[in-house]
């Protein structure tokens, strides 16, 4: 563990009391002693500098400091890397398979993808809107799981979530809402397509940039249309026909490259 | 299937017998009846437009000839994708657990690595040395089925191959002659680090390129050193502390959309 992921009832408390199951992991799996210090970063991406005040049976308590110009004292593993910048990626995925979307979450945390939302679209093998409450809140909670690992081995600065609910495709210009670049990539020949680096030329690593990545049978042609009208531009990838999970961790570390190579030189 | 790929006994025969288990695939799962054609792929990479002959219970035969302009007439699924010019990456996989070397092996044919070499390094959790002969074997069939597979399904022009042996870190450079620039991926900090968009910049897409990716554990400093003094050049990813099957994947592909963006803007 480079970092420890704090829970979504951390709000900035000088001293946090974490709940039994991580209390095991925090005492037991990682054998954490009383006085130790670690890193932590909270659902916000605001970095902390953690110490274990207390253990109990039942729970641990974690006294808690902002770090010093967002960057923590110790790491459980002091491995240096990337300080940043990072681009600002939206992975809009269509829904695949369980362990595929595992994958492709668990890769795009890793990277340093902001915020993932799953889409339904038209050729989506697994079809969620008519599954029980409870398939639907397990899938969430597996995901969740990849986020938590994927950013605490990673040391990953950017505190990745998943969005609450799955969307249509239809509804994906409305929830994109226009807050930047948006890109859709699809391996039909399509008018008007631009390459990658032609897209991003002009785009400082600031701005927002939406990925759409389709489903094992990617996009319809009427997808595709109605896409591009709602101004998401089209790029065929300079490779082979990816499946699906591939597609996700290419896009992304293809635009993460061109953009923090551009920036960086 | 984009494309069939060819078993290592054709040598460019005019007509071709298929085995039992490859006659049962392309007949009852593909049903490819007689008369029909499709598009393959040989070992070298050589483009093949086939018809199925007849289909007897035991055998199949198929009539080879070579496509025209090395583009197939027909593929069973007719998608356009990217037709090249491709880089010639070389991948150096330091071995990794049986499920997350699969996965590399499957996406690195994918995206279209020429050639996987497995190489035994020191952090190497899966020492495979010591292991039985059958186990070996076993390990290899596992991964020349991925790389089938990826193929197949990827529509690569690239017949990736995985050398018939593992090396030992210390031969690597041997291994690798000189045939062009070799890069190491290592996220510690080493003196000299270059960007690989820098590292890149001269160099033309036909160059060979040795990729080397660690382990879980990584490179060990003597490893590093010892890269170094080789000629290996180190690039630190400018993204997360990634494991190594998404280290793999990232670096494949920032090394493919670096060189390809260049080439074809």
Known sequence: MRQYLLGPSFSGQTTFTVSKKESQYLTRVLRIKEGQC?????????IWDLQMESVGKESCTLSCQKAAEGKAKQTT??????GGPFPRIFLYQCICKGKKIEQI??????IGVEEITLV????CVSDFSN????TVSVRGERLEAQIKEAIQQSGSPIATHIGEKTIKLEDLPKHWNDRGLAIFFHQSEISQQTSL???LETVPISTPIAVIIGSEGGFSDEECLFLETSGFK???????ILRAETAATYAISAI???LTEKETQ
């Open 105 to 110: 979450v668990r890769q795009a945390t890793e």
């Open 131 to 134: 599954k029980t409450e409870k």
């Open 256 to 258: 993460q490259v061109l």
């Open 234 to 240: 089209p790029v065929l990838l300079k490779t082979n």
């Open 197 to 199: 680096g032609k897209l």
């Open 120 to 123: 339904q679209s038209r050729y």
């Open 77 to 82: 593993d002091s491995m240096p890397s990337y």
């Open 38 to 46: 670690f890193a932590g970063i909270d659902r916000n991406g605001t």
